[in-house]
T-cell receptor, first 111, second 111 residues
Framework: NAGVTQTPKFQVLKTGQSMTLQCAQD?????MYWYRQDPGMGLRLIYY???????DKGEVPNGYNVSRLNKREFSLRLESAAPSQTSVYFC??????????FGNGTRLTVT | DQQVKQNSPSLSVQEGRISILNCDYT??????FLWYKKYPAEGPTFLIS?????DKNEDGRFTVFLNKSAKHLSLHIVPSQPGDSAVYFC??????????FGQGTELSVKP
C-alpha cells in the first residue's frame, strides 16, 4: 500500500530549465494537491484538483502548470525555473473533509 | 491575506507537561479543521480533526478545541513526550474544498 508517491526526491535545475514533478496515489481519492514548503511560510497551496479533469489555482500558482491525467496522477510542471522556485514540494490526496495523505516531498534547487 | 494563522513559530515544553498549540482563522464559514504533524524530511501526517458542529474532539493524548466565536482552535497534547517533537500545522478546508495551512509551530519536548 504505497499511498502517495512522488518523484523525483531531489532535483537541481539551472534557471530557465523545465521539469515535471510526478505524483500518483492509490487510495482512489478524488482530490489532489500540490504544495510548496518554505521556511517560515508553512505549506502554501500551488494547485488543486477536485476530480479528474478539473484543476484550480491555489495561493501561489504563478510559474507552475498542472495536469490531472487521470484519477491517480497529478503532475506539476515548471516551464522556466527560477531561483524563487527553490523549495520542497509536496503532493497530497484526500476525500474531503477527511485527512489528507502526503508524499515524502521533492527537494528542488534552482541555481 | 493569511486565512489561517499560527502566531507562535516555536514552543518548548518539558516532558510530561501539557503542550498547547494555537491557531486562528479569518473566515467564519470554514467548517472543518485539521491538525498535521511533520518530521524533518517527511511529508505531513494527519493527526486529528474537528467539525464546526463540535467544540472538542479527543484522541488519546491529543485533544482539539474549537472556539467558533473567537475563530480560534487549539491542540492540546497531554502528557507531552520527546517523540512529539515536530512541526505542527493547523489546516482548514475552505468552501471550494481547498485545504489551506497555517505557517506551523515547531514543538520541542525536552526530557
Amino acid at each position: 500500500n504505497a499511498g502517495v508517491t512522488q518523484t523525483p526526491k531531489f532535483q537541481v535545475l539551472k534557471t530557465g530549465q523545465s521539469m515535471t514533478l510526478q505524483c500518483a496515489q492509490d487510495m482512489n481519492h478524488n482530490s489532489m494537491y500540490w504544495y510548496r514548503q518554505d521556511p517560515g511560510m508553512g505549506l502554501r497551496l500551488i494547485y488543486y484538483s477536485a476530480s479528474e479533469g478539473t484543476t484550480d489555482k491555489g495561493e501561489v500558482p504563478n510559474g507552475y502548470n498542472v495536469s490531472r491525467l487521470n484519477k491517480r496522477e497529478f503532475s506539476l510542471r515548471l516551464e522556466s525555473a527560477a531561483p524563487s522556485q527553490t523549495s520542497v514540494y509536496f503532493c497530497a490526496s484526500s476525500d474531503p473533509p477527511h485527512g489528507t495523505h502526503f508524499g515524502n516531498g521533492t527537494r528542488l534547487t534552482v541555481t | 491575506d493569511q486565512q489561517v494563522k499560527q502566531n507562535s513559530p516555536s514552543l518548548s515544553v518539558q516532558e510530561g507537561r501539557i503542550s498547547i498549540l494555537n491557531c486562528d482563522y479569518t473566515n467564519s464559514m470554514f467548517d472543518y479543521f485539521l491538525w498535521y504533524k511533520k518530521y524533518p524530511a517527511e511529508g505531513p501526517t494527519f493527526l486529528i480533526s474537528i467539525s464546526s458542529i463540535k467544540d472538542k474532539n479527543e484522541d488519546g493524548r491529543f485533544t482539539v478545541f474549537l472556539n467558533k466565536s473567537a475563530k480560534h482552535l487549539s491542540l492540546h497534547i497531554v502528557p507531552s513526550q520527546p517523540g512529539d517533537s515536530a512541526v505542527y500545522f493547523c489546516a482548514v478546508y475552505n468552501q471550494g474544498g481547498k485545504l489551506i495551512f497555517g505557517q506551523g509551530t515547531e514543538l520541542s519536548v525536552k526530557p
